[in-house]
């Protein structure tokens, strides 16, 4: 699944998609996937969610920030 823009503006590359996503700090994180698809995340929880994910499964990183994993 390819992400096509992160909260309408255009994603070119990986890189550039992680750069959106970490000076993000709006509530909702929003997606737009291949196939008129949309994600939209609370920022907040999904900083929990993270948080939790790497203390429960001692998944060790070198920022604080936002892991979004799909599956």
Do not use: R
Not at 10 to 16: A, M, Q, R, Y
């Amino acid at each position: 699944m390819q992400v096509v823009a992160f909260n309408g503006k255009p994603v070119k590359n990986l890189k550039s998609l992680a750069n959106m996503v970490e000076n993000f700090d709006d509530e909702f994180l929003k997606f737009d996937l291949e196939y008129d698809q949309v994600l939209s995340l609370s920022l907040s929880l999904s900083l929990s969610l993270t948080h939790t994910h790497t203390h429960t499964h001692t998944t060790h990183t070198h920022t604080e920030g936002l892991c979004v994993c799909v599956f």
